[in-house]
Nanobody
Framework: QVQLVESGGGLVQAGGSLRLSCAASGRTFSSYAMGWFRQAAGKESEFVGRIRWSRTTAYADSVKGRFTISRDNAKNTTYLQMNSMKPEDTAIYYC?????????????????WGQGTQVTVSS
């Protein structure tokens, strides 16, 4: 069984930065892709970005150039660095692990999920 635990959420002013962490346990972390999704109040879950085992990344257009995903396999942890944040980035952020191949931008392509961490960006 895989456990994912996010941390690092909080309140930040527009233009500021936050770094989220997602610690994984229970599987060989380095072999799998990790994704980040977010869900704002009253809206559907949205793909933010993902990093494959090979460290190749992909991002949603809404965050491209502002957010960066990285991973530290020695620590079984993936990170989401968020810069130049906007009020529309306010959401609960979730990390997820996928044991599959494919494009890995859809919610259903991921097998395990963290509990989420709240990020609020004030204007």
């Amino acid at each position: 069984q895989v456990q994912l635990v996010e941390s690092g959420g909080g309140l930040v002013q527009a233009g500021g930065s936050l770094r989220l962490s997602c610690a994984a346990s229970g599987r060989t972390f380095s072999s799998y892709a990790m994704g980040w999704f977010r869900q704002a109040a009253g809206k559907e879950s949205e793909f933010v970005g993902r990093i494959r085992w090979s460290r190749t990344t992909a991002y949603a257009d809404s965050v491209k150039g502002r957010f960066t995903i990285s991973r530290d396999n020695a620590k079984n942890t993936t990170y989401l660095q968020m810069n130049s944040m906007k009020p529309e980035d306010t959401a609960i952020y979730y990390c997820a692990l996928s044991t599959r191949g494919g494009i890995l931008v859809r919610h259903e392509e991921y097998d395990y999920w963290g509990q989420g961490t709240q990020v609020t960006v004030s204007s």
